[in-house]
C-alpha cells in the first residue's frame, strides 16, 4: 500500500465524517481537507470521488439552502445570495438560481417586519421606521422591497 493511497482513503473518510453533521459544498469541502493538511491533487481526487459517487452536488445544495434561507431566516435576495456565498457555493451557481426578481420577497419580508413590530412597538414612529430600514437591510432586502414595506405598515417615509 503506498504513501498516496493512504492519504486519499484518509481525505475520503475525513470527508465522509464531515458529510454526515451537514451538506456541503465542493468549496467547503476543499477549504476543510486543506486545512486537514492534505495536497491539492489529493483534495481534488476525493472532490472527484464524492461527486461522482453523489455525496456532493453543488447544484442541489444551493437550491436547498436557498429554501432555507428563504423560508427559516427570511432573508431577502441579497441576503439569500450572500448566505449561499458564505457557504461556497459558486457565483455562476447563484446566478443560476435566480433568474429573476423574486415576488415572494415582499411576502417574506412582511413576515418579518410583522415580527419585528411586535418587539418594537413602545418606540416613535421615526425609530420603528429607522429600525426596521436597519433591520431590512441586514436581512438584505432591496430598497425597492423596503419602501414598500414601510409604506405597507404605513410606517411614514421622508
Known sequence: MSFSNLNKRDAIRY??????????????????????????????????HLSEKGFINDAALALSLRRIAEDARLLGNRGVR??????????????????DDDP????????????KLKTIENYSDEEIKKKIWRFL?????????????????????E
Open 82 to 99: 450572500i448566505f449561499l456565498h458564505r457557504r461556497g457555493i459558486s457565483g455562476k451557481l447563484i446566478r443560476d438560481i435566480f433568474t
Open 104 to 115: 415572494d420577497e415582499i411576502i417574506r419580508a412582511e413576515k418579518v417586519v410583522s415580527r
Open 15 to 48: 470527508a465522509y465524517r464531515l458529510l454526515t453533521y451537514r451538506d456541503r459544498s465542493e468549496k467547503e469541502l476543499a477549504d476543510k481537507l486543506k486545512l486537514k493538511g492534505f495536497s491539492e491533487e489529493i483534495i481534488q481526487q476525493t472532490i472527484r
Open 137 to 157: 437591510v441586514r436581512k438584505g432586502y432591496s430598497f425597492d422591497t423596503i419602501n414598500k414595506i414601510l409604506r405597507q405598515f404605513k410606517i411614514k417615509e
